[in-house]
């Protein structure tokens, strides 16, 4: 699969309410009826650049960032519903090392 920041042409530093509103932007743009390959790929993007776990491996590995002021800004911002639990985070660090 390509990038999802450049299937839904993102800036690398797009925040919740950026993603879904590109995302939705997509759909209406790419509906599933008309051309299902672009909205599967379209979807499948959202999916991962939604998932707060996934965000979090793209926001440490991102190179050009400052990833610990990024992760900073996204728990100040992100809704209660894309926090992830300290033994979750715990549990990744022992998956990375």
Not at 11 to 28: D, W
Not at 38 to 64: G, H, M, N, V
Not at 67 to 86: E, F, G, H, M
């Amino acid at each position: 699969m390509s990038d999802p920041i450049d299937v839904l042409n993102l800036s690398a530093t797009a925040n919740e309410q950026e993603i879904r509103a590109r995302y939705l932007e997509l759909v209406r743009e790419f509906p599933p009826d008309s051309d299902p390959d672009r909205f599967a790929e379209i979807r499948a993007a959202y999916d991962e650049l939604s998932d707060p776990r996934q965000q979090l491996r793209r926001t440490l590995f991102r190179p050009t960032e400052d990833a610990l002021s990024a992760i900073i800004a996204d728990v100040n911002t992100a809704s209660q519903a894309r926090r992830i639990p300290t033994d979750d985070l715990l549990a990744m660090g022992r998956d990375i090392c």
